[in-house]
């Protein structure tokens, strides 16, 4: 039974907010009367917008080396080329770059000239997904405000790598070698206004030590993590949406109120080997239990509230919030029972 999933306002927000500044705002930051300082020169490989002069394409080039940047740009698009190296030599002029997008070339860490990245003073977005790093690059910009580092061989992070990004809100390692270990309890120690941070597809086995405290959104699907620990989230207590699908939990490895947490409103945790339903908030707003092992659903034992209080339409204190409940992929047969539908009076889809 599938019903029209209609997603909240408030969920756009947040996933939104943590894509800081978008390319046109930034670019219009820039007065045009600035653009007649620089020369129009254009590397013959590239392409130069006229609309967009502080632009620079060089993607699907079939490049092996970076082309000398023009004084005037500030976004960079090489992706999708064969470059081996960053060098100081090509940024030489490029004193006001903003966005860098090297995605799917064939840097390795060798390949990184040593301090040319945090010579590049302006430089918000840097993007190194899809290539061959082995660690986090070091030593980064201190204004980056996204690190995209995702499909890569990371294993290793360096000590301090992150402790003077105060400015980094969105972080993303997904899709790479770390283990347990390479999350230390200081790793993330400086990432003050850090909000998504993505370590899904790696080889952990337990929770993350010491997440920054105002991460928004927390995503580690795709790993092998088999127990929360008690008041793990007491540490992050803005966290909204948590992605734990295709990992190792069971009953046991939850605490008894584990995920019972106000700030959570979207909990993800398809494909894992639960039997029955953990405690939720009555703030949560979207809940995905596809794929477990659950064989009923009772909606006195889950509801948040007492099943008296729900019953009570002249109540609107703090009635369950619960839009969106996923349980398809269990045991479970329908209709879903009335309790549910009782406790949970905002659903406006239940997949089973």
Known sequence: MTLKVCTSLLLL???NSVWTRTVRQVYDEMD???WSRYT????????CPPSFPNALYCDNKGLKEIPAIPARIWYLYLQNNLIENISEKPFVNATHLRWIN???NKITNSGIESGVLSKLKRLLYLFLE???LEEVPAPLPVGLEQLRLARNKIS???????????????????????LDSALQSDT?????????????????????LSIPANTLQLFLDNNSIEVIPENYFSAIPKVTFLRLNYNKLSDDGIPPNGF???SILDLQLSHNQLTKIPPINAHLEHLHLDHNRIKSVNGTQICPVSIAVAEDYGFHGNIPRLRYLRLDGNEIQPPIPLDVMICFRLLQAVVI
């Open 156 to 178: 290793r992070i360096p000590e301090g790598v992150f402790s003077n990004l105060e400015n980094l809100t969105m972080l993303d390692l997904h899709q790479n070698s770390l």
């Open 40 to 47: 129009f020169e254009c590397p013959q490989e590239c392409f």
């Open 13 to 15: 927000f947040l996933v």
């Open 32 to 34: 045009p009367e600035h």
């Open 102 to 104: 090297l995605n799917k």
């Open 130 to 132: 899809d290539n061959e």
């Open 188 to 208: 993330f120690q400086g990432l003050n206004n850090l909000m998504q941070l993505n370590i899904a597809k790696n080889s952990l086995k337990k929770m993350p």
């Open 260 to 262: 019972n947490v106000s």
